[in-house]
């Protein structure tokens, strides 16, 4: 509306017919599924199966080590991110490549990465028991840990590209002004990337919301301590296939809500 | 220690793909018997006898192939459900084959064809000096279990319940296997598994044997199942397993029935 002599100059494009059927299909074919799922859903007992105990201690579980590992993920993923983007060092596309890895790892191999690390006979998890008495494996902080390993990666890459294309005549211009890069990082930086620092942390935590492979590897199974959502799903699949479904479309509505959300940020930018 | 780890290691990762390497039946080519591609749906504690079995088979009747899907009775008997096409159903317990005789997805009644034992599954050396299923209640020992839906936690419940001992596992994992190779990678101080299991696992783990009138065995059906594409090969392939394939099971723990 904003510029409607351009529009009308411009038509719009209309699609060769092979275009249309297979577009239609590639839909269908993200569609269907989710039918499929809403059309089996319970709706009369989906309450009564929501309010189950076991449902709430996976859903309260879940929502502690999704928030949790994204806590860590912006601790430790903001400067990770920050040093990729500002600074040149030896390696540094190794060690770029290594850190977004676990993207496009299987989660499971993620999984047993960890136990040989942090394992009771693992790298470090010997070292931690015996000095520390830290315990990792069948534990709530593993969870977390599976889950902070497979999604921070989500975070690190996202606000890496938010602080590459910021402009950064904003920092130089606090610097001339005697800032300290301490000042300049909080008061100038970060708040210019905050869009790219909420889609991270959103994206990471949603990654971590449905994290599973790696999780059940390393951290197991148990209900309250580190079932989540996703391993009671497919848990309940074998026993309870209602309460699966239910589950199953809880997660769906969080991810659905997390990319209309996100929607803004990302198709406005570009 | 490197080595127990890369053998554990080697465990986890050749637990899914059981090697194929078993004595060669004979081969009778001039037989003009069953032809095609057969799909059996099969519980993991099967995966090497019935990798064998299958291998077996093909050479009896050449111009045969068996394609195994081994998973959890209970995630295979809700695959079946869900309308997952296969030709065989092979059980490690008998809720789970009911489940689909009620959904009336079977063909024709099921035949017990196997029988395996529990069996307590520890280290290598059996560090924490476990002799009995009352050691599993101590206090500081790591032990996992299968989940109560899936069978190998059922019968575990079971035969702790006969043994009056009340364990608190650290993990309720999802089918036998990972149970195994938690003990196996030294996660976890001991399990409860399948006799078969701990015998497929070699030397990374150990077996503690329950006593029998303790423990719980174990029934695996077999079956055929009704939307079966060719059911003249299944027959042949469930009749194979229940004769010369007998020895095959025997020879990896499975007691007959």
């Known amino acids: ?35 499929g799922l809403l059309l089996r859903t319970p709706w009369t007992s989906a309450w009564q199966q929501l309010g189950s105990p076991e449902v709430l201690t996976a859903l309260r579980l879940s929502l502690l080590a999704s928030l949790s590992a994204t806590a860590i993920a912006l601790i430790l993923g903001v400067p990770l991110a920050w040093s990729f983007a500002r600074l040149t060092f030896p390696g540094r596309s190794v060690l770029r490549a290594l850190t977004v890895l676990p993207m496009v790892l299987p989660p499971v191999v993620g999984g047993v990465a960890l136990l040989l690390a942090f394992g009771r006979r693992g790298l470090l998890g ?32 996202t606000v890496e590209a938010g602080l590459r294309s910021m402009d950064t005549r904003f920092e130089d211009a606090a610097r001339t002004l005697g800032a300290s890069r301490w000042t300049v990082l909080w008061r100038v930086t970060l708040p210019l990337v905050r869009p790219s620092l909420i889609a991270g ?55 659905l809500a997390v990319l209309i959300g996100l929607r803004d940020r990302w198709l406005g930018a570009s | 220690m490197r080595a127990r780890v890369a053998a554990a290691l080697f465990i986890v ?10 004595p060669t039946g004979p081969v009778s080519a001039s037989q003009s018997g069953p032809s095609g591609t057969l799909t059996v749906f099969a519980a993991s504690s099967l995966n090497a006898a019935f990798t064998t079995i299958g291998a077996d088979f093909e050479k009896r009747h050449p111009g045969t192939m068996v394609r195994f899907s081994f998973a959890g009775s ?38 017990v064809f196997a029988r395996n034992d529990l069996e307590i599954v520890v280290g290598k050396g059996n560090p924490k000096h476990i002799t009995s299923l009352a050691d599993l209640a101590r206090s500081g020992l790591v032990v996992v279990l299968c989940a109560p839906a899936v069978p190998c936690g059922h019968y575990a419940a079971q035969t702790l319940q006969k043994a009056g001992v009340r364990v608190t596992p650290a993990s309720q994992e999802a089918d036998v296997k990972s149970v195994l190779s938690k003990v196996a990678l030294g996660e976890a101080d001991a399990g ?66």
Not at chain 1, 7 to 23: G, M
């Open chain 2, 192 to 257: 409860i598994v399948y006799i078969t299991d701990v015998k497929a696992a070699g030397d990374a783990v150990e077996g503690v044997a329950i006593p029998a009138v303790l423990n719980v065995v174990a029934e695996y059906p077999i079956v055929i199942l009704k939307d079966s594409q060719n059911r003249a090969l299944a027959r042949a392939f469930v009749s194979y397993v229940l004769s010369e394939g007998r020895q095959t099971l025997a020879r990896y723990g499975f007691t007959n029935p």
């Open chain 1, 126 to 157: 010997g070292w931690l028991a015996t000095t520390l008495g830290v315990h990792l494996p069948f534990t709530t902080a593993g969870a977390i840990m599976a889950e902070t390993f497979v999604a921070m990666p989500f975070l690190v890459i």
């Open chain 1, 1 to 35: 509306m904003a510029l409607p002599t351009r529009s009308r100059r411009t038509p719009r494009p209309s699609a060769p017919l092979p275009i249309v059927i297979l577009a239609s299909a590639g839909a269908a074919f993200f569609i269907i599924p989710l039918l």
């Open chain 1, 201 to 255: 942390a959103v994206l990471c935590w949603a990654r971590a919301l449905g994290e599973f492979g790696a999780t059940i590897t390393f951290a197991g199974n148990f209900p309250g301590r580190t079932q989540t959502m996703p391993l009671a799903v497919y848990l309940a699949l074998e026993s309870n296939p209602d309460a699966a479904i239910v589950l199953s479309l809880v997660l769906l509505a969080v991810s």
């Open chain 2, 74 to 111: 209970s995630s295979l008997a809700a695959q079946i459900q869900q309308g997952a096409l296969g030709d065989v159903f092979a059980s490690a317990d008998q809720p789970n084959m009911q489940k689909l005789i009620q959904a009336g997805l079977t063909a024709e009644s099921p035949i």
């Open chain 2, 13 to 22: 990762v050749t637990l899914g793909v059981a090697s194929a390497c078993g």
